[in-house]
DNA sequence: CAGTGGTCTAGACCACCGC
DNA sequence: CGGTGGTCTAGACCACTGG
């Protein structure tokens, strides 16, 4: 596998021929990259089936077969035996809490209820306008949620977003959003979240911090800082999670 | 890709045929995957060339390479292009601090240098013997272990093997061991580390490990729970993994 | 049942590696 | 240069899904 093909460069430049170079089914995931990207098929439905693309793009099956395994290991593809080959829908948004066991009654997977505690549009600071690849002293919006189990606070949360993208957010009334942030980007922004990099941290809590979390100061935390993107890869959200450190539980695979 | 031909049976049955349901290439890389646990090729070493294993087998090169591939996902084979496919060297060891960031003069990869506290020949107890597949009120070897950067200890370890197998461990002189276990394991008493799950959580040091660790009691640590598995999936380590948690840092990424 | 993806074949040719 | 894995083809047939 020639590396070029691992690059998922965002709406590649489709010429009529692969790069020198470049494999030709690597060449093929990327038009069908672009192609999702700009919503020829949006999340949820299915492409063509794989006999049609391959005659579409003038090409042998096998070779079609290995452009779609390259999305479905890319995460943007799903291929369902006697169904089809599907975009994958955004990521869920209940995954913060595959670090933490809060128990609910016996219920581990249950969606944690949210509060915004408050938005407000402001300056970003340099270091979220480079993140979010916005030029210097741009607008953003910002959120404070908290996130409650049973009524008891868990997770208390700080949220960066971009500001053409999310202007639909700054007004709609916040009493009345999901519980689930994302699945809501999707339906009132049109903004996909397809992966995110999560870094883990331990700190203290501050007494604020704390206070709002019914905990006491400098109780110990868990500081997730979540950087999410989106179908194109341009980076769409800029989070930072705090949770109860002892609350924390995580496994993680080596090889 | 049936569901069959991702369960790595340990030292699956080779019939002459594949199970009714099963793929023919999950089939091949059954029957290879028994022959590499049996050391017919053993880590570093090259396999036999696709065409030649394909023929051998009697199945297309097609086929032969979706088995491979198989095995590739699997971490035990890899492949290089115009050199071979190789058996995979266990692994390194030095992958404790991935959760991390001890500062070491600039330089973060290096390997903490390792001193035994002490070392004894245990009754496992029931969940060890649980875990390491053995009869209850087998015996094990239990090490402490320290691990220090610079002269600063950073990591206390717990540490429970099987007996049998490492046997040879439980006479030499630990004032000679490596800084790497790993390698040593492989070695001395022939166990290849091929797979291994890290569970994480934190917790307070009690006295006697912060002194070790040259903290102060209650201070706040990581606890990292690990369990290794060798080429043919038994358990063959027990872990347990202390480090002061202001220490700890860890990137994970979703989908 | 028709339509989908999954498996398998038998071959040709290309790209990389080390000598 | 010879030997390796990587790409690509053009087909046949199987297995799963849903109406």
Chains 1, 2 share one sequence.
Not at 81 to 100: D, E, I, K, N, P
Not at 103 to 112: E, F, K, S, V
Not at 124 to 132: G, K, T, V, Y
Not at 199 to 225: D, I, K, N
């Amino acid at each position: 596998m020639l590396n070029q093909d691992l690059i998922p460069s965002p709406l590649a430049a489709s010429s009529d021929q692969p790069a020198p170079g470049q494999s030709r089914y690597g060449w093929l995931a990327s038009g069908l990259r672009a192609r999702i990207a700009l919503g020829e098929w949006t999340p949820g439905t299915a492409l063509p089936p794989e006999a049609l693309l391959a005659r579409e793009q003038g090409v042998a099956l096998g070779t079609l077969r290995q452009a779609l395994a390259l999305l479905v290991a890319e995460g943007l593809l799903e291929r369902r035996h006697g169904r089809g080959t599907f975009v994958r829908a955004g990521l869920g948004g209940a995954s913060m809490l595959r670090f933490f066991r809060f128990r609910h009654d016996g219920d581990l997977q249950a969606t944690p209820k949210s509060r915004i505690l408050a938005r407000s549009v402001a300056l970003a600071s340099e270091a979220e306008a480079d993140a979010l690849g916005l030029p210097p002293g741009a607008s953003i919006l910002t959120l404070e949620r908290l996130r409650s189990l049973d009524g008891r606070p868990c997770l208390l949360e700080h949220i960066a977003l971009p500001l053409p993208a999310f202007a639909a957010l700054a007004a709609s009334d916040t009493q009345h959003w999901d519980d689930l942030l994302y699945p809501m980007y999707q339906r009132v922004c049109n903004v996909t979240v397809h992966r995110a990099q999560d870094q883990l941290s331990f700190g203290l809590l501050t007494a604020e911090q704390a206070g709002r979390l019914e905990l006491e100061a400098a109780h110990p935390c868990v500081q997730v800082q979540r950087t999410a993107f989106d179908l194109t890869g341009r980076c769409i959200e800029l989070r930072t999670t705090l949770g109860d450190a002892f609350a924390f539980q995580y496994t993680a695979q080596v090889r």
